[in-house]
């Protein structure tokens, strides 16, 4: 099993900085692909930036590029969300979430059905 619980969430002003981090633990995820997904009141589970295995490959949502930054320290078995720029538009629960199928894999994941663990989440309120 894996667990994995995200903290740094909090409450900024529109242009702020927050940095979230997901900390995980049982089973590594070294070699898993992982991400981040935000959910706001009423709307759909939406991604947001994901991470291959050792950190070479990310990809992230149109509305976050230039804006945030995935990163991973496997040694320290951390993923994290470095999010710049804030915009209230950016407001919302953030998810970490790890995928357990794709050991080593080279590539990066943007659908939420295809990773099978998921934090509690972690509310990010940007206020205007």
């Known amino acids: 099993q894996v667990q994995l619980v995200e903290s740094g969430g909090g409450l900024v002003q529109a242009g702020g900085s927050l940095r979230l981090s997901c900390t995980t633990s049982?089973?590594?995820?070294?070699?898993?692909?992982m991400g981040w997904f935000r959910q706001a009141p009423g709307k759909e589970r939406e991604f947001v930036a994901s991470i291959n295995w050792s950190g070479g490959l990310t990809d992230y949502a149109d509305s976050v590029k230039g804006r945030f930054t995935i990163s991973r320290d496997n040694v320290k078995r951390t993923v994290s969300l470095q999010m710049n720029s804030l915009k209230p538009e950016d407001t919302a629960v953030y998810y970490c979430?790890?995928?357990?199928?794709?050991?080593?894999?080279?590539?990066?994941?943007?659908?939420?059905?295809?990773?099978?663990?998921w934090g509690q989440g972690t509310q990010v309120t940007v206020s205007s």
């Open positions: 979430a790890a995928n357990s199928k794709s050991a080593y894999a080279a590539y990066t994941l943007t659908v939420k059905e295809s990773y099978d663990y």
């Open positions: 049982g089973r590594t995820v070294s070699s898993y692909v």
